[in-house]
């Protein structure tokens, strides 16, 4: 599965985002598909996670309630939708993809992932 990720930019705090990940090779259905972030100087980390297309996403904290992750998987693209971002939000975004047998939290984990894109940047400016 080849991912590509857009959607990225300089936005304002409160501000809003959608990221797409186009994915190609093979259909996503087959696949979980999950979010991950890495800001500058730190390790990456996980966002949000959709492990199955009938099921409820998985959030990290600090961006439950403002960010949804969503799939179609007609389009093979997954999506996660970023409201009210704050500065702490400024970090290069990655998706990625991996087997959907695994527990649900399982997937907060990169390990589960065997597909990566390459990312896109978000700045949220104060």
């Known amino acids: 599965v080849q991912l590509v990720e857009s959607g990225g930019g300089l936005v304002q705090a409160g501000g809003s985002l959608r990221l797409s990940c186009a994915a190609s090779?093979?259909?996503?259905?087959?696949?979980?598909m999950g979010w991950f972030r890495q800001a500058p100087g730190k390790e990456r980390e996980f966002v949000a996670a959709l492990p199955w297309s009938a099921g409820t996403g998985l959030y990290v904290d600090s961006v439950r309630g403002r960010f949804t992750i969503s799939r179609d998987d007609a389009k093979n693209t997954a999506y996660l939708q970023m409201n009210s971002l704050k500065p702490e939000d400024t970090a290069v975004y990655y998706c990625?993809?991996?087997?959907?047998?695994?527990?649900?939290?399982?997937?907060?984990?990169?390990?589960?992932?065997?597909?990566w894109g390459q990312g896109t940047l978000v700045t949220v400016s104060s």
């Open positions: 090779g093979r259909l996503i259905s087959n696949y979980a």
């Open positions: 990625a993809a991996g087997p959907s047998y695994h527990s649900g939290a399982s997937y907060r984990r990169e390990g589960v992932y065997n597909y």
